[in-house]
């Protein structure tokens, strides 16, 4: 499957935001998806996972209250909303996907199997 993250740029801080991830090649039937995030000069890091049966959305403690992650399965699609964003928010957010994740492994970069290319979000007045 490939993956392609928009709707990044640059917004002040208290803004909020809407990622959009669309999938091709295969249907998101079965796949956990998430987000990561990677700021300049550090580790990817988790930010929010759900699983194909849109139920019990995962989120990392940073972005809990603030992200809601959600997936269109209609038209393959994931998004995260990011609401009160502050300028720690500041890095270039990737979705990925896996069919065979299992949930203590949701936070592992490496546990996913397709990655999108990355869309940039920067948070600064």
């Known amino acids: 499957v490939q993956l392609q993250a928009s709707g990044g740029g640059l917004v002040q801080p208290g803004a909020s935001r809407r990622l959009s991830c669309a999938a091709s090649?295969?249907?998101?039937?079965?796949?956990?998806l998430g987000w990561f995030r990677q700021a300049t000069g550090k580790g990817r890091e988790f930010v929010a996972a759900l699983k194909w049966t849109n139920s019990n959305p995962f989120y990392a403690d940073s972005v809990k209250g603030r992200f809601t992650i959600s997936r269109d399965n209609a038209k393959s699609t994931l998004y995260l909303q990011m609401n009160s964003l502050q300028p720690e928010d500041t890095a270039v957010y990737y979705c990925?996907?896996?069919?065979?994740?299992?949930?203590?492994?949701?936070?592992?970069?490496?546990?996913?199997?397709?990655w999108g290319q990355g869309t940039q979000v920067t948070v600064s007045s």
């Open positions: 090649g295969r249907t998101f039937s079965g796949y956990t």
């Open positions: 990925t996907a896996s069919r065979t994740i299992i949930h203590s492994n949701l936070m592992i970069p490496t546990a996913y199997d397709y």
